[in-house]
């Protein structure tokens, strides 16, 4: 029996997760799960998975929870309750599925009490891969990627039995593929998070969007697998079969192929190294007319190179696109600032930054602060 806790237990990563471990009674039981403010659905997965603890991170929704009677459990709140959740529980696997950087603090927290780290989250590996592939490391945390083109990756370089020379990540191109340059600036935050392949939260379907999520995991597949930046190549595959490719020195090229359904990669990251039955359709070949892979553009969409261009600069130069990122995405979706500004904004930021070299956990955070900052400061955002 494994011992699980999903953090972001209520978000398109969290529910799939649980959905998953429900399969499997005989094999996983939940520990502890968290929710930003979504105490609804939150309660409703107390009832059935009976965790020991859950946290609750906004105030007014830790008040409510509060008063819904359910069993005996121990609660944590806010920021702080969910690092102290994270490091009071003893745990097999610890899946993260928060968005964005609040991720962070409650992964390093968990690290002493885990044995692996099944990792949706891509925000706090940008902000700080070498400070969380370096614990993992010294704590002998096994990380299993779950976003999918990093469990492809991870599936390929396991079958590989070998270090990847070159890895092409994969991507849809998103809503906005075939859409006219000119027309970017009248995209509504409704359109954008309407992505067409996956059923994702707002944050990651803006990102895709902007192909910004492609420049992300750039970052991730850099700090997860120990490649340069410049042999992690990004392919336009709009039908979305192959999630990613891994090339080894002999020139063998290893595919991941299936249907866009995450209960697959998360399945593996906990099941890993055994593979069981799953209810997910596989993909039908006969159906499929033909599979297209090509080179982004990086005119039309300039968050994918901005975002390679904080990759290769490294330093701190990825903490600060993260950070300008969040914040330009989230004051887009509040409908405040036109669709093509995130990547000027970006930009901008990125040109005030000067980087740190080696930087630490509080370095980091300085950073992440300071570009938060600024970039609220450009967009002139008096409140949030
Ligand atoms: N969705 C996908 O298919 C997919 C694929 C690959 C990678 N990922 C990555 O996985 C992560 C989650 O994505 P998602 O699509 O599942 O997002 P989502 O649907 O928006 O869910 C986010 C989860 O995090 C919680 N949360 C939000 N703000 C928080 C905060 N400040 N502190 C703690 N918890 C907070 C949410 O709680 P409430 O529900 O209460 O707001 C929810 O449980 C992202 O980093 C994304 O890039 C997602």
Redesign the pocket.
């Known amino acids: 029996m494994q011992t699980v806790s999903v953090?972001?237990?209520?978000?398109?990563?969290?529910t799939?997760a649980l959905d998953v471990i429900s399969r499997f009674p005989d094999r996983f039981r939940v520990s502890a799960l968290?929710?930003?403010?979504?105490?609804d659905?939150?309660s409703r997965q107390v009832k059935r998975f009976r965790p020991k603890a859950v946290c609750v991170?906004?105030a007014a929704?830790a008040r409510r929870f509060r008063k819904i009677s359910l069993p005996k459990i121990k609660l944590y709140e806010g920021?702080e309750g969910?690092c102290g959740m994270a490091a009071d529980l003893k745990v097999d696997t610890l899946l993260?599925?928060?968005?964005?950087s609040?991720?962070l603090m409650p992964i390093l927290k968990a690290m002493a009490n885990i044995k692996r780290l099944a990792l949706?989250?891509?925000?706090a590996l940008v902000m700080a891969g070498d400070i969380i592939m370096k614990d993992a490391r010294r704590k002998a945390v096994k990380i299993l990627p779950?976003?999918?083109e990093h469990n492809a990756v991870f599936q390929c370089v396991e079958s590989g039995r070998s270090a990847p020379k070159k890895i092409y990540l994969t991507g849809s191109g998103g809503p906005f593929l075939a859409t006219p340059k000119k027309s970017f600036k009248y995209i509504s935050p409704e359109k954008a998070v309407k992505h067409p392949r996956?059923?994702?939260?707002?944050?990651?379907?803006v990102?895709s969007a902007t192909m910004m999520?492609k420049g992300?995991e750039v970052i991730e597949a850099h700090h997860l697998f120990g490649l340069d930046v410049g042999n992690i190549e990004v392919l336009i595959h709009p039908e979305t079969v192959v999630h990613s490719m891994v090339e080894f020195v002999d020139g063998s090229i290893l595919a991941h192929m299936g249907t866009c359904d995450?209960r697959t990669p998360i399945q593996y990251a906990l099941t890993y190294p055994s593979r069981v039955s799953s209810s997910v359709k596989g993909v039908t070949f006969s159906k499929s007319e033909a599979l297209h892979f090509y080179s982004p553009d990086f005119k039309k969409f300039p968050c994918l190179r901005i975002a390679y261009e904080a990759a290769r600069r490294g330093e701190t130069y990825p903490c600060v696109l993260n950070a300008a990122n969040e914040v330009a995405v989230g004051q887009f979706l509040k409908g405040r600032i036109k669709f093509t500004d995130i990547a000027k904004v970006i930009e901008k930021v990125l040109a005030r930054h000067r980087g740190i070299k080696g930087a630490g956990l509080r370095d980091v955070l300085g950073v992440d602060a300071w570009a938060r900052l600024k970039t609220k400061e450009l967009l002139g955002v008096v409140s949030d």
């Open positions: 953090l972001g237990s209520t978000g398109s990563i969290g799939s968290s929710a930003n403010s979504n105490v659905l939150l991170v906004d929704a920021e969910l993260v599925g928060i968005v964005g609040s991720a949706a989250n891509k925000e779950v976003d999918s996956w059923k994702m939260g707002k944050k990651i379907s990102d999520n992300l995450m």
